[in-house]
């Protein structure tokens, strides 16, 4: 029995549309609708969401393992600059024998929304969480302004 191209062309359509749905649901899989979320570069670590406030801007970033000396923020060049290392450490005495998180150095890169006050930017670690908070250029605040009756 032979099979025409024709058939053999659907075939490898319907394998083409099944493999990109399923790349879809295992790429885009969080819990929180697509539109919410926006791309992340393949392989950029750690993960960030950024919040804006009316004084300033919230960039919270998921480290888990690390300690405030692992990890350090910097502003340059109207961006947040995250560096770490996640050290393997092995307690003395200890053989590894299972070792699924590498030591690995990461550096992230993140554009700022606007102009930011340096000097009084904040950064706090809790519970794997990094949480920096970049207050707004004073000159970037709303104003509010009197109206005077003449």
Do not use: C, H
Not at 117 to 126: L, N, P, R
Not at 127 to 150: C, F, M, N, S
Request: charged letters at 30%.
């Amino acid at each position: 029995m032979a099979i025409g191209f024709i058939d053999f062309d659907d075939t490898l359509r319907a394998l083409n549309l099944l493999q990109r749905r399923m790349d879809r649901i295992f790429d885009d899989w969080s819990g929180a609708p697509l539109v919410e979320r926006a791309p992340r570069p393949r392989g950029a670590w750690p993960p960030v969401n950024a919040f804006e406030t009316k004084e300033s801007f919230v960039f919270k970033a998921e480290v888990p393992g690390l300690s405030q000396q692992d990890v350090s923020v910097t502003v340059e060049d109207d961006a947040l600059v995250i560096r770490g290392e996640r050290k393997s450490r092995v307690p003395e005495g200890y053989e590894v024998r299972l070792r699924e998180r590498p030591s690995v150095a990461f550096t992230r890169k993140l554009p700022l929304p606007g102009r930011v006050e340096s000097d009084a930017v904040t950064a706090e670690m809790k519970d794997g969480i990094l949480t920096v908070t970049l207050p707004k250029a004073k000159e970037t605040l709303p104003r509010q302004i009197a109206v005077k009756a003449v």
